[in-house]
């Protein structure tokens, strides 16, 4: 059953790369002027910088404004859905179709001509309030918003998913090497992958799941890295603790030196061992389902 | 304490020395097959030449196809003949095959009409033939089966980074002069252990006789020795055939586009170049430590899955048409792609073979899978360069096959039942 809803994932992955889009306009920092007539059904996705369609030219296809400022001086037909940034629509401008206002700026000229329906919402894209102002101050709230979560998951995978976790912890320890090289590839493949499939826009609600699933992945390696280390250390010294304590104080360290070495030169050279090792080792045991065995020790059996 | 024994010590000292020359001689040998014989036969059949770019693809396939042959041949008779599996007969082959190659490549400045251009490629596909299960089926004399995936990774990640930073002026010219240069005294090296009675070659050639050297982690217990082809054999060629098909079709098209140029092997800019090196380095190493680990059908997905990303990329980079910048996430992502599949080239043949089957099977996994797939490809690149077909239809039908085979592998797993302990 498992398999066949990855299939159908599959597929609709692949249903994905279809569709009459004649040119995608990825626009992340920069001025971009639409040529004069643009090719059937052209997507524009302006993640910043500035957008011009300029009078007398036409466009046929779909814009979405996430940041930047957008000048429509041209005739526009299509949908062009506004996150954020700013839209101006000129005298001169013509546009048809649907305009979906969901956040940021809208100027719309009286002289326009606006043969589109208007639909707005009120969803606006969240802006970061966790700052204070004072550097310290700062840092200490960042470190709390970062390492609670991370320490609840922890306390979940304690109750509810301890075998799993034990998995992957065995995986961490006796294949620490293969963990890392494994977790190395999932993680540039997966973040490059997520990057491209959001840039497809129809596949943006997919890339921001894979995300999420990614930084679970991430954050359930820490764990696993964090107790196994505090493990080891514990029983080094013969200092005697709860395992549920253990778990928690292993957490609480991990974050607060990766916290702590952030700003450090050349700190990745720690922090990406740490971090990849976990993920690794997550990805070797399907997010701890099975235990990992290697090509050799199978082949043996 | 325990004390290392004198004999030990000689021992660790000779098996470190067999992995050096292994090392070595692959991965020169490879970094000239990728950048004298890929890039340096083209620039010199249209530079100097002045041959149509159809010319030089015929050319290109005329030699896939006497190496092919030659390989097979020399691998059969390796199979066929227990002399030609000692190591003494594979150094003398060997040897014999870079002694030519050196000659050949020493005169390739004299090639000044086609008809000498096809001879030198007739002679060349003889020396390359000779060589490839010549010095493959070394790797059950030098090389322990536990290490496999690591020596692959060095040898992969040295041609790469000679190929990708080193070797920095893409002309015939100065290409002649610095192979000429590293191969000739390595031809006198191997003069010297192939024909003078010494210690060094006789502990070598007693090497193949233990298992841990002798058969592959591959090799089914049942039937190690015995059969001429395996079913299994012919899906790992079709694959490795695949993968090579597909890396030689898009890498061509994207090195000659002007766009793409500057994040590639031949960049201009040195950052640019000692990148895309290290990240062959770093994927190489990653690549060896997953070989050793990993199920040879997980790699496989690996490979497909990366390669037909960066082509997706490719494609939709040159759709976007937003101005000169190229992201270095297209070159990271080839070179890992290719830093993957050539540590598995270096390790499966070996993997899959006993000391009596490696030359053949080495010469049909490289020769047949390698040569021929590349050529094959490089000959259709050229083509339809010179029909004019736009980059993104081409890259995106190098998508679309990498896609297939990264579907084929899906099925493959999935239709072969979800075994117990595999891994992602």
């Not at chain 1, 429509?72 to 062009?80: E, I, M, Q, R, V």
């Not at chain 1, 702590?260 to 990406?272: A, G, K, R, W």
């Not at chain 2, 033939?129 to 536990?146: E, N, Q």
């Not at chain 2, 070159?331 to 599949?341: D, G, T, W």
Request: contains cysteine; proline residues 3%.
């Amino acid at each position: 059953m498992k398999r066949h809803i990855w299939i159908i994932l599959f597929g609709l992955l692949l249903a994905g790369c279809t569709g009459d889009v004649t040119s995608v306009h990825i626009l992340l920092d920069q001025t971009y002027t639409l040529p004069e007539s643009s090719p059937n059904h052209t997507v524009v996705a302006l993640l910043d910088g500035d957008v011009n369609l300029t009078q007398g030219s036409q466009f046929e296809g779909s814009t979405f404004i996430i940041s930047g400022d957008y000048n429509l001086a041209g005739t526009y037909t299509g949908n062009l859905t506004v996150f954020g940034g700013t839209l101006t629509i000129g005298d001169s401008a013509t546009v048809d179709g649907i305009v979906n206002i969901a956040g940021g700026q809208v100027n719309i000229s009286p002289d326009a001509i606006i043969q589109a329906t208007i639909q707005e919402g009120d969803v606006q894209i969240p802006q970061a309030t966790l700052t204070t102002g004072k550097f310290w101050l700062d840092q200490i709230v960042w470190f709390f918003v970062e390492t609670v979560p991370v320490i609840l998951l922890a306390l979940m995978l304690r109750r509810w998913w301890w075998q799993p976790f034990v998995n992957v912890e065995t995986a961490l320890m006796e294949n620490t090497m293969v963990s890392a090289a494994m977790g190395l590839l999932v993680g540039i493949v997966t973040l490059v992958l997520m990057v491209v499939m959001a840039f497809t826009l129809i596949l943006l609600p997919l890339a921001m799941l894979g995300l999420l699933v990614l930084f679970i992945a991430i954050a359930a390696g820490i764990i696993a890295t964090s107790h196994v280390l505090f493990s080891m250390f514990t029983r080094r010294t013969g200092i005697e603790i709860n395992d549920w304590l253990a778990l928690v104080i292993g957490v609480f360290i991990m974050m607060l030196l990766l916290n702590l070495i952030e700003n450090v030169p050349f700190s990745s050279i720690i922090t990406v061992p740490l971090l990849t090792i976990g993920l690794g080792a997550v990805a070797l045991t399907r997010g701890g389902t099975r235990p990992f065995e290697t090509a050799h020790m199978t082949e043996q059996q | 304490m325990s004390k290392v024994s004198p004999t030990t010590t000689r021992e660790h000292l000779y098996m470190f020395l067999g992995y050096i020359l292994f090392v070595g001689m692959m991965a020169i040998g490879y970094a000239y097959n990728v950048t004298f014989v890929q890039i340096g036969l083209v620039d010199l059949g249209t530079r100097l030449l002045n041959l149509s770019r159809t010319q030089i693809a015929l050319n290109m396939a005329l030699m896939a196809i006497i190496t092919c042959i030659v390989s097979i041949a020399i691998g059969f008779l390796m199979f066929k003949l227990p002399r030609l599996q000692q190591f003494v007969s594979k150094l003398r082959l060997t040897w014999f095959s870079i002694m030519l190659q050196t000659v050949l490549t020493a005169l390739v400045l004299t090639v000044h009409t086609e008809g000498q251009f096809r001879l030198w490629i007739v002679f060349t596909s003889l020396a390359l033939g000779v060589a490839v299960p010549a010095t493959f089926s070394m790797t059950v004399d030098l090389i322990l089966v536990k290490h496999r995936g690591m020596v692959a990774a060095a040898i992969t990640g040295l041609a790469y980074f000679i190929s990708a930073y080193l070797l920095t002026n893409w002309n015939i010219e100065i290409f002649t002069l610095q192979f000429v240069l590293i191969m000739l005294p390595g031809c006198i090296a191997l003069a010297i252990l192939a024909f003078v009675p010494q210690s060094l070659t006789q502990f070598w050639s007693q090497q193949q006789h233990l298992r841990r050297f002798a058969v592959g982690r591959l090799v089914k217990q049942s039937h190690p020795n015995t059969s001429f082809v395996q079913p299994r054999i012919l899906i790992f060629l079709f694959l490795m055939f695949g993968i090579y098909f597909i890396d030689s079709l898009g890498f061509l098209r994207i090195l000659e586009t002007p766009l793409y140029l500057n994040t590639a092997w031949q960049a201009a800019d040195a950052d640019v170049r000692l990148f895309i090196a290290g990240t062959h380095v770093i994927a190489a190493i990653v690549a060896g430590i997953l070989y050793q680990a990993l199920h040879e059908r997980q790699l496989f997905l690996w490979i497909f899955g990366i390669f037909a990303l960066v082509h997706l990329m490719y494609t939709m980079h040159s759709l976007q048409g937003i101005g000169e910048n190229v992201p270095l996430t297209l070159p990271m992502f080839y070179a890992i792609a290719v830093s993957l599949y050539t540590v598995v080239n270096f390790a499966l043949w070996a993997d899959l073979s006993t000391p009596k089957t490696i030359g053949l099977y080495s010469a049909l996994g490289v020769a047949f899978s390698g040569w021929s797939a590349t050529f094959i490809s490089t000959g259709l690149a050229l083509v339809w360069q010179q029909n004019g077909m736009p980059f993104d239809q081409h890259v995106r039908i190098v998508d679309s096959i990498a896609l297939i085979f990264f579907i084929g592998m899906l099925l493959m797993i999935y239709l072969q039942g979800d075994r117990r302990n595999e891994v992602p």
